[in-house]
Every structure is written in structure tokens, then in C-alpha cells.
């Protein structure tokens, strides 16, 4: 149950300025001499809105995509003040978005108001990477199956284009605390959340599924070994080129 290209998507979350550009050229440059792998990668940059144009315009890589983090669900122009829409985003020049991330959801976002936005962000022909997970309270009532199918249920429509929309299991107690759960576990919750959206929408596609969660380039060698996994959704690790080339060698070795 697993798909052959391998995802690599840095979340930067509030972070960068017009100089790091530098960190994607870097991260360019690896995956130019990368040849081996290069055609098993997708590589996926999530910046903050500023930066969207300036680097979708300054680097023309066939390895690395830029994307956003979040939009507003309203499809068109209006009394929306601070917000973005989908529109303005692809217009920008992203492909990807991050949508339903935890901290967003912590924020106010609900499953119902992410269904909107990922139907706003299919209209613009932009693919989804979206996130579920689980509390520590959660995780520890046993809750952790019903959470995750909940959320895809509520968020995802049936009349949504799978194709388009990558899954991302973040469990919230394990976001920037260097703790992840257990291989076993992994394998488990992974495989659930394939059958169960194979089963939801009665397809035979087989769904993309990313881990997220203190994903850094010590801890890659072991969740490596979970073929169930496609690929990573990396926080802080991304921010630096180093740290992030080192987790997509490190998977490899």
C-alpha cells in the first residue's frame, strides 16, 4: 500500500524574508547533483504569502514547488479583511496548499470551514495537502481512529477530486516536541487511513498519506522503514537547507 514518489514538504510557517531565498537555491543545487533519486522526489516549499511571487518567479526548478499555507474560503473578492483567497494564491504563484494544519484549526478553523477552502482551492487548480491528527488527550482515550475519520469525513466531499488532495497525519502532542509515535503505531494509523478513505469514497485510488511531527533528519532512518508512508511534512527542519537536504540523504542511506 504504497505510492512510488516520495513527498518532502517543508511547512516554513511564519518565517523567511527575500535573503532566503538562498535556502531554496541551496536545496536546488543538492537535488541538481541528486541524480539517483531525483525522479523518486517531489520536493514542495510552503512559504508565507510575501514570498510567494518572489521565489515562484526567481527559481524555475523541476525538482522544488512552491506552495501557501492557508486561505480564506471565500472563492472571490470581499469584505475580508487580512485575509487571502485561493485565488490570489495561484495567481501568485503557488501549487500546493497547506490546509487544516492544527495550529490553524487552533485558530478557529473547523472541519466544516476547511471543507470550504479545499473546495475553493480545487477550483483554482491547486492540490491540497491536508492535515489531521489527534490530541495527547485523544491519542490516550483511544480516540485516535475516530478523530482522524471524522475529520476526513467532514472535510472531504465526495465530490472532491482525490487526485488532487494529499493527506498529512500530524498528531498534535507530537508538532515541535521531538516525540513520535512508534513504528507499530505508525503502520497502523497509516494503513486505517488509507482503507478507510478507499472505503469512504469507494475508490481504488490509492491515497497519498504524509507524516508530520518533529520530522528532522535523525529520526528519518526509522520512519524510513514504514512502507506505508509517502512522504513528510517537515516543520522547523525546513528552514534550514542543510537540516532538510540531510533528512531526504538520511532517508535514502
Not at 524510513?224 to 532538510?244: H, N, Q, R, V, W
Amino acid at each position: 500500500m504504497t505510492n512510488k514518489l516520495k513527498y518532502f514538504i517543508g511547512n516554513w510557517k511564519m518565517y523567511g524574508d527575500f535573503s532566503s531565498l538562498k535556502i531554496i537555491h541551496q536545496i536546488q543545487h543538492f537535488c541538481i547533483g541528486f541524480k539517483k533519486y531525483n525522479k523518486k522526489n517531489k520536493i514542495i516549499l510552503c512559504v508565507p504569502n510575501t514570498l510567494i511571487y518572489f521565489y515562484a518567479t526567481k527559481i524555475k526548478s523541476k525538482f522544488i514547488s512552491i506552495g501557501a499555507q492557508n486561505c480564506h474560503h471565500h472563492q472571490s473578492n470581499g469584505p475580508f479583511t487580512g485575509s487571502v483567497s485561493a485565488s490570489m494564491l495561484k495567481k501568485s504563484g503557488a501549487k500546493y496548499i497547506i490546509l487544516g494544519h492544527s495550529e490553524n484549526r487552533s485558530e478557529g478553523d473547523t472541519n466544516q470551514s476547511i471543507k470550504r477552502k479545499i473546495g475553493s482551492a480545487l477550483s483554482q487548480k491547486l492540490i491540497i495537502i491536508f492535515c489531521i491528527g489527534e490530541t495527547f488527550n485523544e491519542k490516550k482515550e483511544g480516540k485516535t481512529f475516530s478523530v482522524l475519520r471524522k475529520q476526513i469525513r467532514s472535510s472531504i466531499d465526495k465530490k472532491y477530486n482525490l487526485n488532487k488532495i494529499i493527506i498529512a497525519y500530524e498528531p498534535l502532542w507530537s508538532i515541535g516536541t521531538g516525540k513520535i509515535p512508534k513504528v507499530k503505531e505508525l503502520k497502523k494509523i497509516f494503513k486505517f487511513i488509507k482503507n478507510e478513505i478507499k472505503k469512504i469514497f469507494k475508490t481504488r485510488y490509492l491515497p497519498i498519506v504524509l507524516y508530520g511531527g518533529s520530522v528532522n533528519q535523525n529520526n528519518i532512518r526509522m520512519l524510513s522503514t514504514i512502507s506505508e508512508i509517502d512522504g513528510f511534512l517537515i516543520g522547523g527542519a525546513s528552514k534550514s537547507s542543510k537540516k532538510f537536504i540531510d533528512i531526504i540523504k538520511n532517508y535514502y542511506k
